[in-house]
Nanobody
Framework: HVQLVESGGGSVQAGGSLRLSCAAS????????MGWFRQAPGKQREGVAV????????FYADSVKGRFTISRDSAKSTLYLQMNNLKPEDTAMYYC?????????????????????WGQGTQVTVS
Protein backbone atom coordinates (compact mmCIF):
# COMPACT_ATOMS: atom_id res chain seq x y z
CA HIS A 1 0.00 0.00 0.00
CA VAL A 2 1.01 3.62 -0.54
CA GLN A 3 -0.16 6.70 1.33
CA LEU A 4 0.15 10.04 -0.45
CA VAL A 5 -0.12 13.46 1.17
CA GLU A 6 0.04 16.67 -0.87
CA SER A 7 1.16 20.07 0.38
CA GLY A 8 2.35 23.41 -0.94
CA GLY A 9 -0.84 24.77 -2.41
CA GLY A 10 -1.97 28.32 -1.87
CA SER A 11 -3.20 31.51 -3.45
CA VAL A 12 -0.98 33.41 -5.87
CA GLN A 13 -1.28 36.11 -8.48
CA ALA A 14 -1.05 35.32 -12.17
CA GLY A 15 2.55 34.90 -13.20
CA GLY A 16 3.56 33.63 -9.80
CA SER A 17 5.00 30.28 -8.81
CA LEU A 18 4.23 27.46 -6.43
CA ARG A 19 5.91 24.18 -5.63
CA LEU A 20 3.70 21.28 -4.67
CA SER A 21 4.97 18.30 -2.74
CA CYS A 22 3.58 14.81 -2.37
CA ALA A 23 5.00 12.74 0.45
CA ALA A 24 4.69 9.00 0.03
CA SER A 25 4.77 6.41 2.76
CA UNK A 26 4.05 2.73 3.09
CA UNK A 27 6.12 1.74 0.09
CA UNK A 28 5.43 -1.96 0.31
CA UNK A 29 3.73 -1.88 -3.07
CA UNK A 30 5.69 -0.97 -6.18
CA UNK A 31 4.44 1.66 -8.56
CA UNK A 32 5.18 2.10 -12.23
CA UNK A 33 4.53 5.81 -12.50
CA MET A 34 3.32 8.77 -10.50
CA GLY A 35 1.50 11.84 -11.59
CA TRP A 36 -0.17 15.09 -10.75
CA PHE A 37 -3.81 15.63 -11.58
CA ARG A 38 -6.11 18.56 -11.02
CA GLN A 39 -9.80 19.18 -10.76
CA ALA A 40 -11.58 22.50 -10.90
CA PRO A 41 -15.08 22.90 -9.45
CA GLY A 42 -17.67 21.43 -11.77
CA LYS A 43 -15.05 19.91 -14.05
CA GLN A 44 -13.57 16.46 -14.49
CA ARG A 45 -10.21 15.57 -13.09
CA GLU A 46 -7.45 15.86 -15.66
CA GLY A 47 -3.86 14.75 -15.96
CA VAL A 48 -1.23 17.45 -15.54
CA ALA A 49 2.11 15.67 -15.48
CA VAL A 50 3.46 12.16 -15.02
CA UNK A 51 6.86 10.71 -14.31
CA UNK A 52 7.89 7.11 -14.85
CA UNK A 53 9.66 5.29 -12.05
CA UNK A 54 12.04 3.59 -14.45
CA UNK A 55 14.21 6.16 -16.15
CA UNK A 56 12.41 9.17 -14.75
CA UNK A 57 10.91 10.27 -18.06
CA UNK A 58 8.39 13.05 -17.56
CA PHE A 59 5.45 14.10 -19.69
CA TYR A 60 3.02 16.96 -19.51
CA ALA A 61 -0.39 18.04 -20.62
CA ASP A 62 -0.19 20.60 -23.41
CA SER A 63 -1.79 23.21 -21.19
CA VAL A 64 1.13 23.22 -18.74
CA LYS A 65 4.06 22.25 -20.95
CA GLY A 66 6.92 24.68 -20.55
CA ARG A 67 5.56 26.05 -17.29
CA PHE A 68 5.37 23.05 -14.95
CA THR A 69 8.07 20.59 -14.00
CA ILE A 70 7.48 17.26 -12.30
CA SER A 71 10.30 15.67 -10.35
CA ARG A 72 10.96 13.19 -7.60
CA ASP A 73 13.31 12.69 -4.70
CA SER A 74 13.61 8.97 -4.18
CA ALA A 75 15.55 9.35 -0.92
CA LYS A 76 12.71 11.40 0.57
CA SER A 77 9.97 9.42 -1.18
CA THR A 78 8.57 12.72 -2.38
CA LEU A 79 7.07 13.86 -5.66
CA TYR A 80 7.17 17.52 -6.66
CA LEU A 81 5.44 19.79 -9.10
CA GLN A 82 7.13 23.11 -9.75
CA MET A 83 4.58 25.47 -11.24
CA ASN A 84 5.81 28.67 -12.86
CA ASN A 85 4.00 31.44 -14.70
CA LEU A 86 0.72 30.38 -13.18
CA LYS A 87 -2.49 31.35 -14.91
CA PRO A 88 -6.04 31.71 -13.57
CA GLU A 89 -7.02 28.59 -15.51
CA ASP A 90 -4.57 26.62 -13.36
CA THR A 91 -6.88 27.11 -10.38
CA ALA A 92 -7.89 23.68 -9.14
CA MET A 93 -7.44 21.07 -6.48
CA TYR A 94 -4.22 19.25 -7.26
CA TYR A 95 -3.80 15.57 -6.50
CA CYS A 96 -0.86 13.25 -6.73
CA UNK A 97 -1.37 9.63 -7.61
CA UNK A 98 0.57 6.42 -8.10
CA UNK A 99 -0.11 3.60 -10.53
CA UNK A 100 1.20 0.03 -10.58
CA UNK A 101 0.41 -0.32 -14.28
CA UNK A 102 2.62 -0.01 -17.28
CA UNK A 103 1.06 2.30 -19.84
CA UNK A 104 1.65 4.73 -22.66
CA UNK A 105 2.11 8.44 -22.07
CA UNK A 106 -1.39 9.14 -23.30
CA UNK A 107 -2.83 6.54 -20.97
CA UNK A 108 -0.80 7.84 -18.04
CA UNK A 109 -2.22 11.33 -18.46
CA UNK A 110 -5.79 10.34 -19.24
CA UNK A 111 -6.69 7.00 -17.69
CA UNK A 112 -7.34 7.97 -14.10
CA UNK A 113 -8.77 4.54 -13.34
CA UNK A 114 -5.27 3.09 -13.69
CA UNK A 115 -4.08 4.95 -10.61
CA UNK A 116 -4.52 2.94 -7.47
CA UNK A 117 -3.32 5.42 -4.87
CA TRP A 118 -4.44 9.03 -4.47
CA GLY A 119 -3.69 11.85 -2.09
CA GLN A 120 -6.35 14.09 -0.58
CA GLY A 121 -5.39 17.10 -2.67
CA THR A 122 -4.01 20.58 -2.16
CA GLN A 123 -5.76 23.71 -3.40
CA VAL A 124 -4.12 26.06 -5.88
CA THR A 125 -5.81 29.38 -6.59
CA VAL A 126 -4.49 31.84 -9.17
CA SER A 127 -5.99 35.30 -9.58
Amino acid sequence: HVQLVESGGGSVQAGGSLRLSCAASGRGSAHYCMGWFRQAPGKQREGVAVIYSFGGSAFYADSVKGRFTISRDSAKSTLYLQMNNLKPEDTAMYYCAASPHGMTVGQALQWLELYKYWGQGTQVTVS
